[in-house]
């Protein structure tokens, strides 16, 4: 049987999506240079100018594109362990456009200017804290423990505050203050309230709510900007990271049951869903939802949705960490997508469908 994959132009005319939330992917985006490879994304984000950033595992671990996808830079090689999470400030409300980068194995996350100069460091490259964990297998975890143990991701508070979710070897969110100063860490083993299988994305909203992706759980937590345990949503699957645009929609990056899966570990049922995105209101409602279907390497579906960003323009970009997560293991083609951009599409023509 012949893997499925992601040639030519023909995804153009594919769109996604319901409602107010439709998409039309955008075609071999982004254009990386003559020899380039990703190898795979681990995260997206855009900054204030329009600048999109790829933190991917290739040797060109932060490369940066237009919105068109014309390829402007890079910078971090050497400088990873390897890449995982990134997050930009928005350039505004008294937040820098700082680009925060955060390296998994090197249980560090550090901070650069939009050209990669180091500006800070938190915690120590190399150590990783005393958790009883010393793999990214969050079942070997023992107990909570300090920054960081295989940390995943960060969230910018808007009153600056940095947010750590801390991570695979760890099962603690900590909040630092925008100088690096640890204020607060919350957080155990466990799937009560509060508690925690892989805390592996973190957002925060207007109102300085936290969600927190407990992936292996599958399920997001809301905390209070202190760590105080709010609800739970449940429709989700192995969420990856959460991000929440300027209107306070609610975007969920999916892993799903097909992908990534811990040896040992198995689908709640034989046809439980594959890789997908989610899109909610504050209250949880579901606005709109694509991919989980059987084809991943297609366009508009997914294999292993890792990250997910939205840009001011409202186009939504998902990175995949497709060879970790099965495709070094042949259980899908080598080019399957890795990197997909959907641009959102216009009200109007929604309502002449």
Known sequence: MTKPSLTGNTDAAVEVGAKEFRYRIAADW???????????????????????????????PVAIFSLEGDFISSWGEGVFTRAHGITIGPGNNGLDDAVYCVDDLDHTVKKFSTDGR???????????????????????????????????????????????????????????????????????????????????????????????????????????????????????ARPCEVFIDKNSNVYVAELGYRAGMWPGAHPPSPTATGGRMSVFNLQGELLARWGGGDNPCSPGDFFAPHDVWVDARGDVYVGEVTMSAGGNRGLVSSDCHCLQKFIRQPQKEHNRS
Request: proline share 5%; hydrophobic share 40%.
């Open 30 to 60: 982004p254009a990386l240079p003559a020899g380039w490879s990703f190898v795979e994304v681990t995260a997206v984000a855009a900054d204030s100018h329009d600048r999109v950033y790829v933190f991917n595992r290739g040797e060109h």
């Open 118 to 236: 180091l500006l800070l460091t938190l915690g120590a490259s190399g150590r990783f804290s005393d958790t009883g964990a010393t793999s990214v297998d969050y079942r070997n975890i023992r107990r909570a423990g300090g920054p960081f143990n295989f940390p995943t991701n960060l969230a910018l508070a808007p009153c600056g505050d940095l947010y750590v979710a801390d991570g695979y070897g760890n099962a603690r969110i900590h909040r630092f203050s925008a100088d690096g100063k640890l204020l607060h860490s919350w957080g155990e083993p466990g799937a009560g309230p509060g508690q925690f299988h892989i805390p592996h994305g973190i957002a925060i909203d207007q109102n300085g709510v936290v969600y927190v992706a407990d992936r292996e759980n599958s399920r997001l937590q809301l905390f209070t900007a202190d760590g105080q345990y709010l609800s739970e949503w449940r429709d989700i």
